[in-house]
């Protein structure tokens, strides 16, 4: 199947560490991606990880893969209210192609 | 230039009319898509260009008509649309294949009365 979860919403306060998980079903995926979308807008790239990776880290955001269960997440260190969006993890299908699956969103919310 | 852009931002058209999503950007990315996003939910890919030829089709239905003129830019022309294609259709491009980083334009919000 072509299934790509995440649980739909989590509220942090400002300051503290956000962590939003996605669990994906395709294990030819080689690449994983987290989007970030904001009301009204497109969705913007946050960062990427391959397959072959278990870790990735870029400045407050660092991606966890564990391949064997199908797992990705992202942390958010130092949340924001900047940061209050939906967030969407992504797989690359396998086989070459060019085609995203994206899973079905978190919305963060953020508070002072 | 690093950016997707698409117009118009809404667009608003009764069911008998025809009228043309465009996208445009100068990154020279050779893969450009349309997505649908339905409130609350995912984008859903409907087509997908690679080298200007259509190399994905996402079972649409045909009053849904996507174009690639030249490598920068990706028209969707619609006609006879149904109020259930109310949405927000957003266009994308990549360099093709490998890590297939997307960059989204802003979408355009479409209402169909």
């Known amino acids: 199947g072509e299934d790509v979860e995440q649980s739909l919403f989590l509220s942090v306060r400002e300051g503290d560490s956000s962590v939003i998980n996605c669990t994906y079903t395709?294990?030819?995926?080689?690449?994983l991606y987290w989007y970030k979308q904001e009301p009204g807008a497109g969705l913007q790239l946050l960062t990427y990880?391959?397959?072959?990776?278990d870790m990735k880290q870029d400045q407050r955001l660092t991606v966890l893969l564990n391949k064997k269960d199908k797992h990705l997440s992202l942390r958010i260190a130092d949340t924001q209210t900047g940061d209050s969006a939906i967030y969407f993890c992504?797989?690359?299908?396998?086989?070459?192609?060019?085609?995203?699956?994206f899973g079905t969103g978190t919305r963060l919310q953020v508070f002072p | 230039d690093t950016e997707v852009t698409q117009t118009p931002k809404h667009l608003v058209m009764g069911m008998t009319n025809k009228k043309s999503l465009k996208c445009e950007q100068h990154?020279?990315?050779?893969?450009m898509y349309w997505y649908k996003q339905k409130a609350k939910k995912p984008p859903e890919l409907m087509f997908v260009?690679?080298?200007?030829?259509?190399?994905i089709n996402e079972s649409v239905p045909s009053r849904f008509s996507p174009e690639c003129p030249n490598s920068s830019l990706l028209n969707l022309h619609l006609h006879a649309l149904q109020p259930e294609d109310s949405a927000l259709y957003l266009c994308?491009?990549?360099?093709?294949?490998?890590?297939?980083?997307?960059?989204f334009g802003p979408g355009t919000r479409l209402t169909v009365l």
């Open positions: 994308a491009s990549a360099l093709a294949g490998g890590v297939n980083e997307q960059f």
């Open positions: 395709d294990s030819s995926s080689t690449y």
């Open positions: 992504a797989e690359k299908g396998g086989r070459g192609t060019d085609k995203l699956i």
């Open positions: 990880i391959f397959s072959n990776m």
């Open positions: 260009y690679s080298y200007e030829k259509l190399s």
């Open positions: 990154m020279g990315h050779r893969a």
